[in-house]
């Protein structure tokens, strides 16, 4: 009995203690910030000297404001690593909440959100997967994909299947035109459908291929019974110039799920970065298409802080177009699994996975 009591007060002191630590860093965090960043508050950097026995320094404001940025990053480091391994003590669920996403039916006012990702499969077969992350209580639908000529995606079998539907689908139906390398997913749900639903098609390419390669999304045909698109119809031209996304893939370069800062590890770094990152986004979370979108602007501060990230992808460790404190929980949780040896409950972090980029349109 004693022994318990005793395990209860740590976790209540070490959760209480890493709690302070962490608000007092942010505290004086966004002080510094604050001064740094107003236009109205004006300091002589050049006339700030510290002395030594040998030499006097000169600081610069942006020396000084890296200066306060590394004291951040190594206190943020070590109180991430206490959260992690408190992660096992206390019991922290590996489970991902309810995604939701950035993509939605171009031109269309519905509820309904998906997202897109690729994975490799093997070193000649890649994987398109298109998860409707907010069912509104849709009845049916139909994805059309336009491929690079880079991919091939041949008629399944029975032996080969080269799609999937959701389990619950009444009908479900894939077809691929060769000639203008369109692929057609058909679902039927039968009834009104809950919950995330979710298809994939993989396509075929040369495992020497080099290049940098797209996909266009669209829906084409789209029943939800509880919204006014009830009967939406769509036919794309030879070019998908209305299409809903466009997923570009570089077969040639790959990235280590959760590798946030792309040094081919992921540590407590890692997580110091993706704790950033949810801390500076609106609502405390960004979505991979418009985090893609900055990190291609060169005047975002986004693209300033984080232009060692490749990809939007690398931080999304839950695969749900989000990066959230889900993605930080998971990462933790991951960092203290791997720590105190134990299984693994997303075994795709630290995994490696062809560089893809998400746009709208």
């Known amino acids: 009995m004693i022994d318990i009591f005793g395990k209860i007060a740590y976790t209540i002191t ?3 203690f890493c ?11 966004k ?5 740094l960043s107003n236009s109205s508050f004006s300091i002589d950097f050049s006339k700030i000297i510290v002395y030594t026995k040998d030499r006097e320094r000169r600081f610069s404001k942006n020396r000084i404001r890296k200066g306060f ?12 690593a206490v959260l992690a391994v408190g992660a096992i003590v206390t019991g922290l669920s590996g489970a991902m909440a309810v995604p939701a996403s950035a993509l939605t039916i171009n031109g269309l006012n519905t509820k309904m959100e998906y997202t897109v990702y690729t994975t490799r499969v093997s070193d000649t077969r890649i994987r398109l997967t298109i998860k409707i992350t907010n069912n509104p209580g849709i009845a049916n639908y139909s994805i059309a994909v336009k491929s690079d000529p880079a991919f091939k995606a041949k008629q399944h079998t029975q032996e080969d299947p080269r799609y999937s539907a959701p389990e619950d689908a009444l009908i479900s139906n894939y077809y691929y035109n060769e000639e203008n390398h369109q692929s ?4 039927v749900m039968g009834k009104t459908s809950s919950g995330v639903l979710e298809n994939y098609i993989e396509y075929d390419i040369d495992k020497n291929d080099k290049g940098t390669h797209e996909f266009k999304i669209a829906f084409v045909d789209y029943s939800c019974p509880s919204e006014s698109s009830n009967n939406y119809r769509y036919e794309p031209d030879e070019d998908f110039s209305s299409s809903d996304a466009t997923v570009k893939v570089s077969q040639n370069e790959y990235v280590r799920l959760g590798d946030i800062n792309c040094n081919n590890k992921v540590d407590t770094t890692d997580i110091f970065y993706l704790m950033q990152m949810v801390a500076e986004a609106k ?6 298409v418009e985090l ?10 986004w693209y300033k802080n984080y232009s060692f990230l490749k990809c939007a992808a690398v931080a999304d460790v839950t695969q749900d177009g989000w990066i959230k404190e889900d993605d930080k929980d998971e990462l933790m949780l991951y960092v203290a699994q791997k720590g105190a040896g134990k299984d693994i409950t997303n075994d795709k972090i630290d995994t490696l996975f062809p560089v893809t980029y998400v746009y709208n349109g």
Request: charged share 30%.
């Open 31 to 35: 002080k510094v910030h604050d001064i």
């Open 19 to 29: 709690r302070i630590l962490s608000n007092h860093v942010e505290m004086c965090w």
């Open 14 to 16: 070490r959760t209480w």
């Open 184 to 187: 057609f997913l058909i679902c």
């Open 292 to 301: 893609d979108a900055e990190l291609k602007n060169k005047n975002s501060s």
């Open 69 to 80: 940025i590394n004291m951040k990053k190594k206190i943020f480091s070590k109180a991430a």
């Open 283 to 288: 609502d405390n979370k960004i979505s991979t």
